[in-house]
């Protein structure tokens, strides 16, 4: 579904581990970390993105509006979750390893072909 302004903010595995690891190794308790990449991006970006990837047609965008959601995902969807990662990097020195969707989808197609 496409929502125009939306986007979210993601992040990849590996890239938890390393904020927890350096969490773990520069202990400050109480303080909250924004755990995500680099780009927030619209939703429809990112599977347009991982279905070229994959050689595959990117799917139909279907209005907000339109989209059949349980209301809960409908929920979740009505706003943007756009984070700052300025703290884990700043404070806990994480230099993310996917700082962008298309880094990480890549990565992950990757690695699923050479096995």
């Given at each position: 579904f496409v929502?125009?302004?939306q986007v979210f903010s993601r992040i990849h595995v590996e890239d938890i581990a390393s904020?927890?690891?350096a969490s773990v190794a520069q202990p400050n308790p109480g303080?909250?970390?924004n755990v995500c990449d680099d780009y927030p991006a619209p939703p429809q970006d990112v599977l347009g993105h991982a279905a070229e990837l994959l050689g595959?047609?990117?799917?139909a965008e279907?209005?907000?509006?339109?989209?059949?959601?349980?209301p809960m995902a409908r929920s979740f969807y009505s706003d943007s979750k756009r984070v700052r990662n300025t703290?884990?990097?700043e404070e806990l020195g994480v230099v993310?390893?996917?700082?962008?969707?298309?880094d990480a989808l890549k990565a992950m197609?990757?690695?699923e072909t050479a096995t």
């Open positions: 929502k125009p302004g904020v927890l690891e303080a909250i970390y595959l047609p990117v799917p279907v209005p907000f509006d339109e989209a059949g959601m349980t703290r884990i990097k993310l390893k996917y700082p962008n969707y298309r197609l990757d690695e």
